[in-house]
Every structure is written in C-alpha cells, then in structure tokens.
C-alpha cells in the first residue's frame, strides 16, 4: 500500500530533494509551505520540476501556528512525517533569536503532540544539526560528543533534538533525530557559503560580477550532497525502532579550501576578487565541523555518493548554466 508522508519545507533545499525521492518510491506527498509575499514560482522553483506530480499535494502551514499543523496531521493521517522547516540560517539567528526559537523548537513540538494525539504510529524524523556541537572541537564529532551550541538557531535545535529524545521515552512514538553535517547541492539558499562562492566564481567568469565579499574563512566544515543526506533521512524512519544518527562525510575542510578549489576550477584567482568584511563575521563562530557517521554507515548501510570536489563542481556548473 502507497505510505503518505508530510514534507514541512518542501520548498528548501532538502524538502525538494526529499520529495523527488519519495515521490520516486511511489509515496503520497503532502509538501506544506507557508504563504509569504514573494511570488509561488519563485518560492517553488526547487520544486517546479514535480508540480504537475499526481502524487504531490500542497497545503498552507506556517510551522509556528499550531493548529496549521493539527489540521494537516488530522486530514492526512499520515505514515511519515520530516520535519525540515526552519529558519536554517545560523548569521540570521543572531539577528532574530526568538522568532527562529519559535520555528525551530516550537515548530518541532507541535508536531510530536499532533503525533502524540492525532496518529500516535506515525514516524517522526527531526532535521537536528551538527551545529549543536558548537564550539567543542573533539573530533570528529559523533553521537558521544558533548554538545556545545553557540548561536540561537543551535540552542534551539538542541532543545528540539531533546524533546525528540523525551517524546520517544515518554510515549513511545516513533520520532527520531538526524544530526547531520553541512550539506549543499544546486538548490541551496544563496546566502549558505559553498553557494555564495560557486555563484560569484560563476558570474565573474561570465564578467556579471568583480567582487565577492565573505567573512571568516578559517572555519572547517563537514560538506556532503543534499543528495546523498536524504536518503539518509529516509532510512532513518525505515528502521523497527527510533534512534538518531549522524551523517556526515568524515572529512573536513576550511570555507578558504572551498573558495580556492571552485575558483582554481574555475580559472580564477581567488586574490583578485575576495574582499573580507567584518559584516559576514557572527557574535560566536563554530570553529570545527568534522562528523563520524559510522552509526549511519552501519546501521543504515548509508555512505555518500558524492564528495566535496564533485560536489563544489556541480554547484559551480548548475550556478555557470544558470547564469548564461
Ligand atoms: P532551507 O533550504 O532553508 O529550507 C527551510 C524551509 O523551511 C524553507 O522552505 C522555508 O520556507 C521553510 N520555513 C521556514 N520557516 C517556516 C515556517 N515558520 N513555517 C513553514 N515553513 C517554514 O533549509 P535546508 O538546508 O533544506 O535544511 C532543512 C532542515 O535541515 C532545516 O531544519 C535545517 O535547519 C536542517 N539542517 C540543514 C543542514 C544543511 O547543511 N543544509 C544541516 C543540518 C540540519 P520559506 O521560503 O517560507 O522561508
Ligand atoms: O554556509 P554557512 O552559513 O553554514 P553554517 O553556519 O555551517 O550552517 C549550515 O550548516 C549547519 C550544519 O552544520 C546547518 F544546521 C545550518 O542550517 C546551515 O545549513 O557558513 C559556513 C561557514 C561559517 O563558519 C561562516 O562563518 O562559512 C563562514 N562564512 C564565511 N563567509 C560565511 C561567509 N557564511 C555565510 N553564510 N556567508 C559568508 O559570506
């Protein structure tokens, strides 16, 4: 029988690719988006390519408005719930601290209580970060790591990640958490530094643009394929039983790796474009990402296709083809 499944942020990088793989195994869809002034085909274009699916439905839910989410859980029954809405970006977290608390915790909790009351077998998966390792810089980081948040948006996934852990023991509904490691693809915000970079080397070479403007470029990150993690994700809720895991690539490198090998690819100097500016710098910064996905590898069988140079070129060619 075809399962149903709810997509909060269908319209972010990794809901789209998480409906494409859903849709693809022959589930239901219900993607939610919540309504704001920017036009529907600009805030769908991650998702323009399965608007016609028979399979996909969309419905209005802004995650910080409870009832929008009973009523969803209660029409739809459904068999599966991600939930990846968010406010993702961890810069911005520092400029609107409680309106991303609202979202990122708040948001989390309504859905284990529209589970909990509404469809108590439907399986939960939390979008949890490894950005809630903050400034300890162990490594790598996996799921004995002590967390260490440094921003609002971290804070906030932490205490998510906790309510997941605290919904599972008290109820036992099937809600699990997936910490995963930064990870990019075409479809990421344009804001996120691997897309910022392969964007501007992109219209530089086309002459569209002089200058890139960045902050700190010492700090390390575990980059994968949005791609790779979401499948991950699923794997997650496949399971007999709820737990959390990470993913990650097992490898890191600085965002000044990033820069010089995209513009290296590109044939450009990085010297001749990049500006620092203090602008792009954050109050707090988390020096050192660098995940241990064995859990996931075992378990899950989960190991990713791609890595940072594949990926970092088919970001650059997408942001080339795009441009042109
Ligand atoms: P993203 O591209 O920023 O997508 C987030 C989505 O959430 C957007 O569609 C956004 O829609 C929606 N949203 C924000 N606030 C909402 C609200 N109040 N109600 C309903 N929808 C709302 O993020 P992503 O990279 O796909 O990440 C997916 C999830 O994984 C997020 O929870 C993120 O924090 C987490 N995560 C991401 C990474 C990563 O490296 N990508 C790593 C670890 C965890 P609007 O257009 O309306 O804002
Ligand atoms: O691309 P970023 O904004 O990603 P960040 O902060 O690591 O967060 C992302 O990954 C998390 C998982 O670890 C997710 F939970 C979160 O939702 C998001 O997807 O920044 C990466 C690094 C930071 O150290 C930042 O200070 O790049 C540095 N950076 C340097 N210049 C910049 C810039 N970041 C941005 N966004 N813009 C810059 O100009």
């Not at 939390?126 to 260490?148: I, K, Y």
């Not at 501007?200 to 790779?228: M, P, V």
């Not at 794997?235 to 737990?243: E, G, I, N, V």
């Not at 910064?285 to 970092?312: C, H, I, Q, T």
Request: hydrophobic share 35%; aromatic share 10%.
């Amino acid at each position: 029988m075809n399962k149903t499944a709810i997509i909060t942020g269908i319209t972010g990088q990794d809901g789209s690719y998480l409906a494409d793989l859903l849709l693809e195994k022959g589930y239901t869809v219900i993607g939610t988006m919540r309504r704001t002034v920017s036009d529907f085909e600009d805030k769908t274009k991650n998702i323009s390519h399965i608007l016609d699916s028979s399979n996909l439905i969309l419905e209005e839910v802004d995650i910080t408005d409870s009832s929008s989410i009973y009523q969803v859980v209660n029409k739809y029954q459904p068999d599966e719930y991600y939930n990846l809405a968010a406010q993702s970006h961890v810069g911005t977290s520092f400029k609107t601290p409680v309106s991303t608390t609202d979202i990122n915790l708040m948001g989390c909790l309504y859905a284990l209580e529209a589970i909990r009351l509404q469809k108590p077998d439907c399986k939960f998966y939390q979008a949890s970060t490894s950005e809630m390792f903050g400034d300890n810089t162990v490594c790598p980081q996996g799921l004995g790591t002590h967390f260490s948040p440094v921003s609002p948006y971290a804070c906030a996934k932490l205490a998510a990640h906790h309510m997941v852990g605290t919904y599972r023991k008290s109820y036992n509904i099937f809600a699990s958490s997936g910490i995963l490691f930064n990870h990019e693809s075409p479809r990421r915000g344009e804001n996120f530094v691997t897309r910022k970079i392969t964007k501007a080397a992109a219209r530089i070479k086309l002459g569209l643009q002089k200058e890139l403007r960045l902050g700190n470029l010492e700090a390390q990150r575990d980059w994968g394929h949005a791609k790779d993690y979401v499948k991950g994700m699923w794997l997650m809720l496949q399971q007999d039983k709820a737990d959390d895991y990470v993913l990650a690539t097992g490898k890191t490198n600085s965002v000044q790796d990033f820069l010089d090998y995209v513009f290296d690819f590109a044939g450009l100097n990085p010297k001749d474009h990049v500006v620092i500016d203090p602008k792009f710098y954050r109050p707090c910064e988390v020096p050192k990402l660098w995940g241990d996905p064995s859990k996931a590898n075992r378990k899950l069988g989960w190991y990713p296709e791609y890595d940072f140079k594949r990926l970092a070129i088919e970001m650059y060619e997408e942001d080339v083809r795009q441009a042109t």
